[in-house]
């Protein structure tokens, strides 16, 4: 089944401590995309990747590192997760570099930091 | 710049009422592309339509209904006969010449049995 995954599904962490969130995509796509929502502010893009070794901010970067090693995997990490990280986060891919294909979502994570 | 507005914030019909989604969309672009999504209450987010701005034709898949007006910027989603499964919050997003996805903020649909 085409989809895309994210683990874990639901965090919950504390100030400070590194945590990582993976994504995979077995589409063979070449874009992927991470979102935060929040309610009030809709979806938001933290990082996007137009192909492996490719990597570009979003809107919202700040606190935020990615990687993109391998065409399939896209893992976001929070070197010093804080409180205004908590949020519902998304990853997306897309079968075009450019990203202008339909973007396919993961089941989400939910991350509260304490 | 490019901004996707939907003004309803939260709809509520009854089942088997028809409901309609407005989406309205600003960009200068001559090529772009449209897009719907649903948000169930379980949190995915589910792709429903994408639509490139050359195709003005209206579109229908079962009770689910879209039309496209480039005259007027709007792109807006029908229900016709909802169900209590079309719960859902429901997000319109564009993407241009930029390659990034703009959302609107999306209306959420309460159907009531």
């Known amino acids: 089944e085409a989809q895309v995954t994210q683990n874990p599904r639901y965090l919950i962490t504390v100030t400070g401590k590194k945590l990582t969130v993976t994504c995979s995509q077995n589409?063979?796509?070449?874009?992927m995309s991470w979102y935060r929502q929040d309610p009030g502010l809709g979806l938001r893009q933290i990082y996007y990747?137009?192909?492996?070794?490719?990597?570009d901010k979003g809107d919202v970067p700040e606190g935020y590192k990615v990687s993109r090693k391998e065409k399939r995997n896209f893992p976001l990490i929070l070197e010093s997760p804080s409180p205004n990280q908590t949020s519902l986060y998304f990853c997306?891919?897309?079968?075009?570099?450019?990203?202008?294909?339909?973007?396919?979502f993961g089941p989400g994570t939910r991350l509260t930091v304490l | 710049a490019q901004k996707v507005t939907q003004a309803q914030t939260e709809i509520s019909v009854v089942e088997k009422e028809d409901v309609t989604l407005d989406c309205v969309y600003e960009?200068?672009?001559?090529?772009?592309?449209l897009f719907w999504y649903k948000q169930p209450p379980s949190g995915e987010l589910v792709f429903l339509i994408r639509r490139n701005s050359f195709d003005e034709q209206n579109e229908i898949s079962g009770r689910y209904s879209w039309n496209f007006q480039k005259s007027t910027s709007s792109f807006n989603f029908t229900i016709t006969a909802s169900q209590v499964v079309d719960s859902a919050v429901y997000f319109c997003?564009?993407?241009?010449?930029?390659?990034?996805?703009?959302w609107g903020l999306g209306t959420s649909l309460a159907v009531n049995p």
């Open positions: 960009t200068r672009d001559t090529t772009y592309y």
């Open positions: 997306a891919s897309s079968s075009t570099s450019g990203g202008v294909d339909t973007q396919y």
């Open positions: 990747s137009m192909n492996v070794e490719v990597t």
């Open positions: 589409m063979n796509h070449e874009y």
């Open positions: 997003a564009l993407i241009g010449n930029n390659r990034k996805l703009i």
